[in-house]
């Protein structure tokens, strides 16, 4: 029982490039989740995901794009990468009826 | 408006002594929920407790409680007897529903707890 796993642990990438930040849960969870964590801002919301097959955006979805490919896995893709996305990303999921999350280990992403 | 606010950036505490760690909350919903996670200089996140909004007691989970003042709109989380492991950056959050079967969480901006020897 993994949990939730994250892939790539770091990435740098050049302004302009695109990548796509993986997730995968294997607790059977609903909901998925990602957030961005950045100094003094806490964690804020990029987009969730309640069930299979619907995305939401949450509080700072612009430049990002996600997928919900099937209960298991979420991604989250940079199509055009900024600075301003120099982060670090986590993923997590959660279950009824106290909807806790269940973090990954997190991405650390660095936009040059 | 922030939703969810921790207006202590840093606190020390000495080492067996109790510390509580401030968060208020702006809600209108009336069922809700709580949450207190632990993130040492390692990374991760780590759940400490939960509470939610129709709980008559407050949470409690080996060294940590949270104090539940309802009507304050208040869930202080208090450690007793520190560790030098306590050390760390310490997150409220709150459960709300989104529109129908959706809940997502809304964190504080965190307080950085340090626990002297």
């Known amino acids: 029982n993994a949990g939730v796993t994250q892939t790539p642990k770091f990435q740098v990438l050049k302004t302009g490039q695109s990548m796509t930040l993986q997730c995968a849960q294997d607790?059977?969870?609903?909901?998925m989740y990602w957030y961005r964590q950045d100094p003094g801002m806490g964690l804020r919301l990029i987009y969730y995901s309640a069930s299979e097959g619907t995305t939401d955006k949450g509080e700072v979805p612009n430049g990002y794009n996600v997928s919900r490919l099937n209960k298991r896995e979420f991604s989250l893709r940079l199509e055009s990468a900024a600075p301003s996305q120099t982060s670090v990303y986590f993923c997590a999921s959660s279950v009824w009826p106290t909807y806790e999350q269940y973090f990954g280990p997190g991405t650390r992403l660095t936009v040059t | 408006a922030q939703k969810i606010t921790q207006t202590q950036p840093g606190m020390f505490v000495q080492e067996k002594e109790a510390v509580t760690l401030d968060c208020t909350y702006d809600t209108s919903d009336q069922s809700y929920g709580l949450f207190w996670y632990k993130q040492p200089s390692s990374g991760e996140m780590i759940f400490l407790i939960y509470?939610?909004?129709?709980?008559?007691q407050n949470a409690t989970e080996g060294r940590y409680s949270l104090n539940f003042q309802k009507a304050r709109k208040s869930a202080n989380l208090v450690i007793s007897a520190s560790q030098l492991g306590d050390s760390a950056m310490y997150f409220c959050?709150?459960?709300?529903?989104?529109?129908?079967?959706?809940?997502?969480?809304?964190f504080g901006k965190g307080t950085l707890l340090t626990v002297n020897p």
């Open positions: 607790m059977n969870h609903n909901s």
């Open positions: 959050a709150m459960r709300e529903n989104s529109g129908g079967s959706n809940y997502k969480l809304t």
């Open positions: 509470q939610g909004s129709y709980d008559e």
